[in-house]
């Protein structure tokens, strides 16, 4: 039984060799010389192989196609992640960017300064009722900061404020605001005078510009600059800008609102001015402080 079965196969692969081993034979000589038997074969022959060729080229393209994606979409995701590797540099690089030029406009404001100053970090701001202050750290330590210095803030966009409590390394700045701290004041293009003080409102960074007179020019948008009086502030920082002016028709002053120059709100450095400015006080000749309320 087992002798048939191997016999039957061995005839039926003699059967399929030998016409391909004759094919193969026929097709390397001219065709043109071809028997009747091998055109029909050849004829035959020519759809199946046509289909496999077919077939073998779609399963080739689409298997590239699928290493073409999976390589591609490998491609875009380390893309991805080097793109927001770039993004984040560029971002830190900005950063570092604007720091440099403020870092380096407080060394041009602290060299231009005929006072000794010694500059501070921000680390923290609070806002109370009628009293507003910001706590910094000194990148120095320095005698002549004490509890009841009071010494001007200044940034490289003018005033802070007044410097208060004293606890190592840190101090308290009272900001321009706050409404029991006050600054001489001239309006830059006219020369008016004038002491700011802040409008205690704890919705906007406001101050009020107590005693200029009727008759002095003042217009909204005027920038509001220290006058030197007293010595305590360098003269010609620039305060505040005026956003309203009101003038009634009695009286003997005028209502001035200005906003600060500097943002108080994002305060990150400052100097504190720790020796007595030796320029000239910016004040109109022939006048001296402020009147005083009535």
């Known amino acids: 039984m087992n002798l048939k079965r191997y016999r039957d196969v061995a005839i039926v692969l003699l059967a399929l060799a030998?016409?391909?081993?004759?094919?193969?034979?026929?097709?390397?000589?001219?065709?043109?010389?071809?028997?009747?038997?091998?055109?029909?074969?050849?004829?035959?022959?020519?759809?199946?192989?046509?289909?496999a060729a077919t077939l073998a080229r779609g399963l080739s393209n689409v298997f590239g196609e699928y290493v073409y994606l999976v390589d591609v979409k490998h491609e875009n995701m380390n893309l991805a992640g080097e793109n927001a590797r770039l993004k984040a540099q560029v971002r830190k690089l900005e950063r570092?960017?604007?720091?440099?030029?403020?870092?380096?406009?407080?060394?041009?404001?602290?060299n231009q300064l005929t006072a000794d100053v010694v500059s501070a970090q921000v680390i923290a701001k609070d806002t109370l009722e009628f009293f507003r202050v910001a706590r910094v750290t000194l990148d120095r330590p320095s005698r002549d900061i004490t509890?009841?210095?009071?010494?001007?803030?200044?940034?490289?966009?003018?005033?802070?404020?007044?410097?208060?409590?004293?606890?190592?390394?840190?101090?308290?700045?009272?900001?321009?605001?706050?409404?029991?701290?006050?600054?001489?004041?001239?309006?830059?293009?006219?020369?008016?005078?004038?002491?700011?003080r802040g409008t205690g409102d704890q919705s906007k960074y406001l101050c009020q510009v107590q005693y200029v007179k009727r008759t002095d020019e003042v217009e909204v948008g005027?920038?509001?600059?220290?006058?030197?009086?007293?010595r305590r502030f360098p003269s010609g920082i620039p305060v505040a800008r005026v956003t309203e002016v009101v003038k009634r028709d009695f009286?003997?002053?005028?209502?001035?609102?200005a906003e600060p120059t500097v943002d108080l709100s994002r305060l990150e450095e400052v100097l504190i001015v720790v020796s007595p400015p030796t320029g000239k006080a910016v004040a109109r000749e022939g006048e001296g402080a402020p009147p005083a309320p009535r």
């Open 18 to 51: 030998v016409p391909f081993w004759f094919l193969r034979y026929s097709l390397q000589r001219d065709p043109r010389q071809l028997s009747g038997p091998d055109k029909l074969i050849v004829r035959v022959i020519t759809p199946v192989q046509y289909a």
């Open 96 to 110: 570092l960017e604007v720091e440099n030029r403020r870092l380096r406009g407080l060394l041009d404001l602290r």
């Open 147 to 196: 509890s009841d210095a009071r010494l001007p803030v200044i940034t490289l966009d003018g005033v802070v404020g007044v410097t208060g409590k004293v606890a190592g390394d840190q101090v308290e700045v009272q900001l321009v605001v706050d409404a029991g701290e006050g600054v001489d004041v001239v309006v830059e293009r006219s020369g008016a005078r004038g002491m700011l």
């Open 251 to 257: 009286g003997e002053f005028q209502t001035v609102t």
């Open 222 to 230: 005027d920038l509001l600059i220290t006058s030197g009086v007293g």
